[in-house]
């Protein structure tokens, strides 16, 4: 069965500091990988996605970054971190764009 | 204004009461999505639908596709039960969520 795994579950980063997420999906190939962020009080907002090695879209333009460097594997970073980056952070993944779509367990981030 | 519109942003109950989660999108669907958000933020996928309704445990989710409109129902709600519930939408090759029901149920 297809699993998907995403760490750390908890992050406390001091501003300016640099960050690594990542998302690993078990048991498909060439999976849709998606990655949101939920800021405090608001709803989930759409990040990146990939569709495939090496393709990253991004959907809002901001201090992070995505790169997909295995086809199972997503990986969220940013150089410097701002304070504004603190919120939830929730990776997914789908065989078929728009349909399907299974969660990680997310990472709360907290910049200070 | 958001694709995906959840009524009501708040519901506090009393245990056992019935409870109803709307949720209207403003674009056609391929599925929808009911996720359940814990206080830890951890989220779980309730329910994926695209037509009719499914129930799981005390969880029913029905889903109107011409009125573009789903609703979450829970029965005889648990204190457990207390959680914010997301209503998604899948479309094209992304989900839009929307702002959640934050549901608090008093023992």
């Known amino acids: 069965s297809q699993t998907i795994h995403q760490w750390p579950a908890t992050l406390v980063q001091p501003v300016g500091s640099p960050l690594s997420l990542e998302c690993t999906v078990e048991g498909t190939s060439n999976p849709n990988l998606y990655w949101y962020r939920q800021a405090a009080g608001r709803g989930l907002q759409l990040l990146f996605y990939s569709v495939g090695i090496g393709q990253i879209s991004s959907e809002v333009p901001q201090n992070l970054s995505a790169s997909r460097p295995q086809d199972r594997q997503f990986i969220l970073s940013s150089k410097k971190l701002l304070l504004s980056d603190s919120g939830f952070y929730l990776c997914?993944?789908?065989?078929?764009?728009?349909?399907?779509?299974?969660f990680g367990s997310g990472t709360r981030l907290t910049v200070v | 204004k958001n694709e995906v519109e959840q009524s009501p942003q708040n519901l506090t109950a009393q245990e056992g009461e019935f409870i109803t989660i709307n949720c209207s999108y403003s674009?056609?669907?391929?599925?929808l999505h009911w996720l359940q958000q814990h206080p830890g933020g951890g989220i779980v996928s309730l329910f994926m639908?695209?037509?009719g309704k499914k129930k799981h445990g005390r969880l029913i989710a029905t889903i109107n596709i011409q009125e573009k409109h789903s609703s979450l129902h829970i029965t005889a709600s648990h204190p457990r039960d207390s959680a914010v519930y997301i209503c998604a939408r899948g479309g094209d090759d992304k989900i839009i969520f929307g702002k959640g029901t934050r549901l608090h149920i008093l023992p």
């Open positions: 997914a993944w789908s065989s078929t764009p728009g349909y399907g779509y299974t």
């Open positions: 639908l695209s037509s």
């Open positions: 674009v056609g669907i391929s599925a």
